[in-house]
């Protein structure tokens, strides 16, 4: 068990922005910083950080917190794995005491297959500077490349002997489980090498963890695939992992712009050209998963294609699942029986980037002007490429962006534009109406919420994203009912929750500097008759526990709460203190316009603690108003004339209370 101090180090070194931005991109929007949801697929960011809190929030689908639940969330991690993730991030020593047996063990099985991958990676890099095959076949065959020493070892570049085992060897006699080297398909079931006489290619996650491996093999008299990759496992999922991906990222951030090619080498090669913001999908068609990873950094990508004819036109056809996510997609046909590495080799960097600025086309043109060579005047032809191209225009979400392309495209196939504009809607019908059907189908069985608990994986994966097409809540995301929210339909509960929204925001804020009052205790003392009388738990809890913090004469801040033991405080906390909204900087900056009459929003909370609490006994005044009117009417049915005026002496005064506070609120007050 990680111990309560090293728990306390974590949290306070780790910056919710530096954690958030090794893989999401962030812009600056005042003072708080804003990008893409990485938990839920959405077209409009409402993925919300703030710095000065150390908080994110996503106004789409809800989830928030610090930066130990942003990793926990995001990698699939325990608390402890998170802790244990973010204090090798900023060099912190645990400090550790026993944990269970059960826990000691989940962790050390995670721990031993990215330990023994990392092992695999050193040990096919040492085979290929140090053994005599690999340096005569492997290495001999990375620098006819043109692979220098140092994008060799960056990228974790190896070779495997062609022996029978003598990888599996090696691991036993270091003490790795042989089990383990079957589960990540390093070691067959026979207790041989998976891979033999290969060029290794190392793939890692966003991290730089190594997932998995590629290898291919050189000998051409052997019959066997070119290219074989390691098997699924818990850490590797191949459909939602970009080869390149973590030594691109930074580069994708900066050029705002993501260059998708389709092999190892590819990669390899631009990235030593210095073109560095370059990904492949390791030869298969692109996943939602692969496209929604790219588009957490940039919206725009560019497809790199050879010359084959053929295979462009078969890639095609997978390319409208990047147009769903709404992606600004550009494709360069490179020269006939060229690819990136071979034509960047050919023509040097500076040539290869400017072919690639010229010569990059739209994706929805590109297809246009590809089929329309291929109808050559056929109107049966031409019939069926309009409906193609109409069908990957109405994958397009924005509807502004879709009537600019059926505009253009219309003019191009010399087509009216109403008949495009009328096929289009068809489609985008049709589309919407698969979509329904789909919920329908998922909604026919119990599925797991957000709130409910999943075991740890540990994989360094992104968390699964279960429908490929978005449903009507994510193209228009609300935000997710809080803990709070759901416990309570009372159309009153807000005065309750801006109590407790004072008590965590401002709490321990001076109220009376003379009378040396933190704003907690004004709050408490004003409501310590009617603290049991919250109509929602969870406020009362938390007032209730911000009085024995006051009794205990203990210290708290916004941090206290949101970094609370209890999930459901800590998410409340986040929900009540950070807003959509920000105040713009220009009014006094720009414009020199200051409020005169009060302090800022931020600094106004003596003010607002009283107009809470006036709000809040208000509200508790004539439900007690209401109440005792009952008791009034009961009374008067079993003739009890005493119990009568008693009651109706309770009422005025009550009246009167309401009436006193109601005035100092300004309020009306109609019965």
């Given at each position: 068990m990680i111990s309560q101090k090293s728990v306390q180090e974590v949290i306070e070194k780790a910056r919710i922005e530096d954690v958030v931005e090794d893989y999401v991109t962030l812009k600056r929007r005042g003072v708080n910083m804003l990008g893409l949801c990485p938990?839920?697929?959405?077209?409009?960011?409402?993925?919300?950080?703030?710095?000065?809190?150390?908080?994110?929030?996503?106004?789409?689908?809800?989830k928030a917190g610090n930066p130990v639940q942003f990793v926990m969330e995001h990698e699939s991690f325990s608390f402890p794995e998170a802790l244990r993730f973010l204090a090798k991030k900023y060099n912190i020593e645990?400090?550790?005491?026993?944990?269970?047996?059960?826990?000691?063990?989940?962790?050390?099985?995670?721990?031993?297959?990215?330990?023994?991958?990392?092992?695999?990676?050193?040990?096919?890099?040492?085979?290929?500077?140090?053994?005599?095959?690999?340096?005569?076949?492997?290495?001999?065959?990375?620098?006819?490349?043109?692979?220098?020493e140092e994008t060799i070892k960056k990228f974790g570049l190896g070779y495997t002997l062609n022996k029978r085992d003598a990888f599996t060897l090696k691991a036993i006699q270091k003490g790795y489980n042989i089990q383990l080297l079957k589960e990540l398909g390093l070691t067959s079931k026979y207790d041989k090498d998976f891979f033999?006489?290969?060029?290794?290619?190392?793939?890692?996650?966003?991290?730089?963890?190594?997932?998995?491996?590629?290898?291919?093999?050189?000998?051409?008299?052997?019959?066997?695939?070119?290219?074989?990759?390691s098997p699924e496992t818990e850490i590797y999922n191949k459909s939602k992992i970009l080869y390149g991906a973590y030594f691109a990222k930074g580069a994708i951030r900066k050029e705002e712009e993501c260059i998708m090619v389709e092999g190892y080498t590819d990669v390899l090669a631009l990235h030593q050209a210095g073109i560095e913001n370059v990904v492949s999908s390791s030869g298969t068609s692109l996943t939602v998963d692969q496209i929604r990873l790219v588009k957490r950094f940039t919206p725009n990508m560019k497809i790199l294609y050879d010359g084959d004819q053929a295979g462009v036109k078969a890639a095609l056809r997978g390319l409208d699942l990047v147009l769903e996510q709404d992606m600004n997609v550009k494709v360069v046909l490179l020269p006939d029986g060229e690819d990136p590495d071979s034509y960047l080799n050919k023509v040097g960097a500076s040539k290869f980037k400017t072919y690639l600025t010229e010569n990059a086309d739209d994706f929805i043109f590109f297809k246009t002007k590809l089929l329309m060579e291929e109808a050559k005047g056929d109107p049966i032809k031409k019939t069926k490429m309009i409906k193609d191209i109409v069908s990957s225009i109405a994958r397009i979400?924005?509807?502004?962006?879709?009537?600019?392309?059926?505009?253009?495209?219309?003019?191009?196939?010399?087509?009216?534009?109403?008949?495009?504009?009328?096929?289009?809607?068809?489609?985008v019908g049709q589309n919407i109406r698969k979509r329904e059907q789909r919920n329908q189908r998922n909604n026919t069985y119990p599925r797991p919420t957000s709130g409910t608990s999943t075991p740890s994986t540990g994989s360094g994966e992104f968390p699964t994203q279960e429908?490929?097409?978005?449903?009507?809540?994510?193209?228009?995301?609300?935000?997710?009912?809080?803990?709070?929210?759901?416990?309570?339909?009372?159309?009153?509960?807000?005065?309750?929750?801006?109590?407790?929204?004072?008590?965590?925001?401002?709490?321990?804020?001076?109220?009376?500097?003379?009378?040396?009052?933190?704003?907690?205790?004004?709050?408490?003392?004003?409501?310590?008759?009617?603290?049991?009388?919250?109509?929602?738990?969870?406020?009362?809890?938390?007032?209730?526990?911000?009085?024995?913090l006051l009794q205990e004469g203990?210290?708290?801040?916004?941090?206290?709460?949101?970094?609370?033991?209890?999930?459901?405080?800590?998410?409340?906390?986040?929900?009540?203190?950070?807003?959509?909204?920000?105040?713009?900087?220009?009014?006094?900056?720009?414009?020199?316009?200051?409020?005169?009459?009060?302090?800022?929003?931020?600094?106004n909370f003596t003010k607002d603690s009283?107009?809470?609490?006036?709000?809040?006994?208000?509200?508790?005044?004539?439900?007690?108003?209401?109440?005792?009117?009952?008791?009034?009417?009961?009374?008067?049915?079993?003739?009890?004339?005493d119990q009568v005026m008693l009651y109706l002496k309770v009422q005025q005064k009550l009246l009167q209370m309401r009436n006193e506070l109601a005035k100092k609120l300004n309020t009306v007050i109609f019965k």
């Open positions: 938990f839920h697929n959405e077209k409009t960011p409402s993925f919300t950080v703030s710095p000065a809190k150390n908080i994110y929030k996503c106004f789409g689908c809800g645990l400090e550790e005491t026993v944990s269970s047996q059960e826990s000691i063990e989940e962790r050390q099985h995670f721990d031993s297959l990215y330990l023994i991958n990392q092992f695999a990676k050193e040990s096919f890099q040492e085979n290929l500077f140090e053994t005599p095959e690999g340096k005569s076949i492997g290495l001999s065959y990375f620098k006819e490349r043109g692979f220098r033999r006489s290969r060029v290794m290619f190392s793939i890692h996650n966003l991290t730089g963890k190594v997932l998995g491996f590629g290898g291919r093999i050189l000998d051409n008299t052997i019959k066997a695939p070119k290219y074989v990759n979400p924005d509807p502004i962006k879709r009537s600019l392309y059926i505009k253009q495209c219309a003019a191009t196939v010399d087509v009216s534009e109403q008949i495009l504009v009328t096929e289009s809607n068809k489609v429908p490929n097409i978005p449903t009507d809540s994510e193209e228009y995301p609300t935000e997710a009912a809080s803990p709070a929210q759901k416990q309570t339909t009372d159309p009153t509960a807000f005065k309750e929750k801006d109590i407790i929204r004072i008590l965590i925001s401002s709490g321990g804020m001076p109220f009376d500097q003379e009378e040396d009052m933190t704003v907690c205790a004004y709050v408490i003392q004003n409501i310590e008759e009617i603290i049991d009388d919250f109509d929602n738990k969870l406020y009362e809890n938390i007032a209730k526990e911000c009085r024995s203990k210290q708290f801040d916004q941090q206290y709460f949101i970094n609370h033991s209890d999930p459901a405080i800590g998410q409340l906390a986040i929900e009540l203190i950070h807003s959509p909204f920000e105040y713009s900087p220009n009014w006094q900056e720009k414009w020199e316009i200051t409020l005169q009459t009060q302090k800022a929003p931020e600094d009283i107009q809470s609490l006036y709000r809040f006994k208000l509200d508790k005044l004539i439900k007690m108003c209401t109440k005792n009117q009952t008791r009034i009417q009961e009374a008067s049915k079993t003739g009890d004339a």
